[in-house]
């Protein structure tokens, strides 16, 4: 087959980085290769929720008279893929006649590979349109009641568990016993409740590598009705998905399943997917079969970052679930702030140490906390976010004013779960280049917001953790902010986004008005300094 060009692979790297317009136009300027960006634009399209186009591009990829699967391998039964991507753009568009007529004429043409018994499967399907629709929009995940697991077994055996990989056949007799540790928690899957799996996932997450296990866990989340849980695991889908040819934008697949279609229905999310770096260790090998010629440093500059480091992206991300599952206990989430120095007040630690005071607040039930690490104004270090992040265990946030990429490893380094993202501070191409950088280092963002404007930036970027300051930041908390900012911006706020009111509570009165506007949790730090029993105010501030 002829050598596909560098530049459709640097016009694929574009859009998986979520420079979509400038992957298009890269594309546009490749002749030929019509098939391999077919493919590409059809799945953008499906991203994108252009349905329309979507279909087009699938036809034509369909229609194409190149031996697709025979010429490679590993796309398999793709053709196959397209034809049911093609049922679920038709059920969203509701043009049931003219698929069915558009499938009728692709028949005529003969194409090969094209699979006859599924082929005849979707159109019988694209000719009851009552039943599909229910199928696809109705149906719901399927709880998984067939028995328990017993976690210490589970992991005992994950400690001998053989790597995956190809084997020949001598070392597959020897191994053929054995299995990976993405198969141990496959085969729990197979048999578990839902809470079950939920459990195991939630417990060894940061050791998975294979996408399967965490689509499976999105498969959980949703039947047990977290959606915010569900879409955290494609996220880790995302990153840990390997493509087998370096044409796929992205999976694909996940459009196709009707247990996942609650989540993938949702545009702004799974637009944002595009934005994720996916895993691309294998992609230089495969490159290099298809492009003669080329040096490795063409090849560093496609794939850069090809080889995502397995602490980074396979970080666990738990900040927001700590949040959701304090509040399903019918308390408020409150997040303790942790910081040295108020501009406005002064020294808040009046000689009490920040770590200990740190313990007590995990003693009293705060399921995460927030450290502020900027030093000229708030006093605060890194030393004292890596020493409360190991003291305590729980999910930390850091606050700092984030500027570039390398702030964000430094804070993965130094025991952060998130990061704070500051409109205010922030220009809008800085803000989605650091916003899809901590992604791909498995780092949540909290994007902080003041004002109608960014609150609609924060939408525009998709942010699942959004944070309304009631202060402005720029007068680094100089102002006497109320609630009522939390109330005039909440609803805006992008949907399924976990809210949190941020700074300006200073009663247990104002955080129930903060959750009455809207918000999810509230982040109180001078308030909680000065009060005379910090305790037992963090306890009323919780509603207890």
């Not at 890596?386 to 606050?399: C, D, M, Q, V, Y």
Request: glycine residues 6%; proline residues 4%; aromatic residues 8%.
């Amino acid at each position: 087959m002829t050598a596909i060009p560098a530049k459709l692979y640097e016009a694929f790297e574009k859009i998986r980085l979520g420079k979509v317009e400038e992957g298009t136009r890269l594309f546009d300027r490749v002749d030929g290769f019509d098939v391999v960006k077919f493919i590409a634009f059809a799945e953008l399209s499906y991203f994108r929720h252009d349905w329309k186009r979507g279909i087009q591009f699938s036809l034509d990829f369909l229609a194409s008279d190149i031996d697709w699967d025979s010429r490679r391998y590993a796309v398999g039964d793709y053709k196959t893929v397209h034809l049911e991507l093609i049922l679920v753009a038709t059920c969203q568009l509701e043009c049931w006649k003219e698929s069915r007529v558009s499938l009728e004429e692709l028949k005529k043409i003969s194409p090969p590979n094209l699979n006859e018994r599924r082929y005849q499967t979707i159109l019988s399907q694209i000719a009851d349109p009552v039943n599909t629709t229910r199928r696809l929009k109705e149906s719901k995940p399927k709880r998984r009641m067939e028995g328990t697991i017993d976690l210490e077994e589970l992991e005992r055996k994950a400690t001998i568990a053989a790597p995956t990989g190809s084997l020949n056949r001598q070392s597959y007799r020897k191994q053929r016993f054995k299995v990976s540790f993405d198969g141990l928690v496959q085969r729990a899957y197979d048999k578990a409740s839902t809470e079950d799996h939920i459990t195991i996932y939630e417990r060894l997450t940061d050791r998975l590598e294979e996408a399967e296990t965490y689509q499976n866990a999105a498969k959980s989340y949703m039947a047990l009705e977290n959606e915010q849980g569900a879409k955290e695991a494609i996220r880790r889908y995302m990153r840990c998905w390997k493509f087998r040819e370096p044409f796929q934008v992205a999976p694909i697949v996940l459009f196709t399943d009707p247990e996942l279609w609650p989540i993938m229905s949702d545009r702004r999310f799974s637009e944002s997917l595009l934005t994720i770096p996916h895993h691309r260790e294998s992609c230089p090998g495969i490159a290099l079969r298809f492009i003669p010629g080329h040096s490795f440093s063409v090849l560093f500059r496609v794939f850069r970052g090809k080889k995502t480091s397995h602490h980074y992206a396979m970080k666990t991300m738990k900040f927001s679930n700590a949040l959701l599952n304090k509040k399903k206990t019918g308390t408020i989430p409150v997040i303790p702030d942790i910081k040295c120095i108020s501009p406005k007040h002064g020294d808040l630690l009046l000689g009490r140490c920040p770590i200990e005071a740190a313990k007590l607040l995990k003693d009293a039930g705060a399921p995460v906390m927030s450290v502020v690490t900027e030093n000229q104004d708030f006093g605060g270090s890194l030393e004292l976010l890596r020493s409360i992040s190991e003291a305590t265990g729980l999910p930390i946030l850091r606050k700092d004013f984030i500027t570039k990429i390398d702030d964000l490893k430094i804070s993965l380094d130094n025991g952060a779960a998130a990061v704070l993202l500051m409109c205010a501070t922030q220009t809008e191409q800085s803000l989605f280049e650091l916003y899809e950088a901590a992604l791909g280092l498995g780092l949540e963002t909290l994007v902080e917001t003041h004002t109608f404007d960014e609150m609609q930036l924060a939408r525009k970027l998709g942010a699942t953790l959004v944070g309304i300051n009631n202060r402005d930041i720029t007068q680094l908390e100089r102002d006497g902010g109320t609630v009522e900012n939390t109330r005039n911006l909440a609803e805006f706020a992008p949907e399924h986004a976990v809210l949190i009111s941020e700074s300006g509570i200073n009663t247990p009165e104002e955080a129930r008005q903060a959750i009455h506007a809207g918000a999810d949790a509230v982040l109180v730090g001078t308030a909680l300094w000065q009060a005379v029993d910090m305790m037992a105010f963090y306890k009323q501030l919780c509603g207890g």
